[in-house]
């Protein structure tokens, strides 16, 4: 998911960005946007649905590579069944034999053990990460502001210390 956004006092926040450097700006950014990815991530964290505590503990900022003036981050989750959890799964057939006379392994579902082939019922989708970054959006975007000036201060700051 991307952003764009306007804010008051945008454009002038965007010309002191331009000011001190493109190398400076970037970390600014990358510093305010990390920090206003903090509030989807725990809000998603306080969404998911929990069995064992695996996927809330998987839930992680990540932080690329900016490419040219463009920086971005990311909430995900490093566990490999979170999409199921999001998006749901359908009722489908699972075949354990495929081809096999013999069953391969045993399938515990809930307490029952499964051979050969049987049909998964399916289940809803749990969405935790959605919602967590829709309902968040005023936040984040007031957190990179708010961090952004923060940086660009503490820049200002070491600026004039060097000097």
Same mark, same amino acid.
């Given at each position: 998911?991307s ?10 926040? +965007?010309?002191?960005? !331009? ?6 700006a #970037? &970390?600014?950014?990358? $510093? ?7 509030i ?38 490093s566990?490999?069944? +979170?999409?199921?959890? !999001? ?6 057939? #699972? &075949?354990?034999?495929? $081809? ?29 990460l ?14 990179v ?19």
């Open positions: 998911m952003a764009k956004f306007d804010f008051k006092g945008g454009k002038e926040l +965007s010309k002191m960005l !331009e000011s001190i450097g493109g190398k400076n #970037i &970390n600014v950014m990358r $510093g305010s946007i990390s920090k206003s990815a903090q989807v991530k725990k809000d998603a964290m306080s969404r998911v649905p929990t069995d064992t505590g695996q996927l809330r503990k998987s839930i992680f900022v990540k932080r690329s590579k900016p490419r040219g003036d463009f920086v971005s981050v990311s909430v995900a989750t566990d490999p069944i +979170s999409h199921l959890i !999001e998006f749901g799964v359908k009722r489908h057939l #699972i &075949n354990q034999t495929k $081809g096999a006379q013999k069953p391969r392994k045993k399938l515990d579902i809930g307490g029952d053990v499964r051979f050969n082939t049987f049909e998964h019922p399916g289940h809803p989708g749990m969405p935790f959605r919602p967590a970054i829709e309902s968040n959006q005023i936040k984040v975007i007031e957190k502001k708010d961090e952004t000036k923060k940086g660009l201060f503490r820049f200002i700051d070491k600026m004039k210390v060097r000097k």
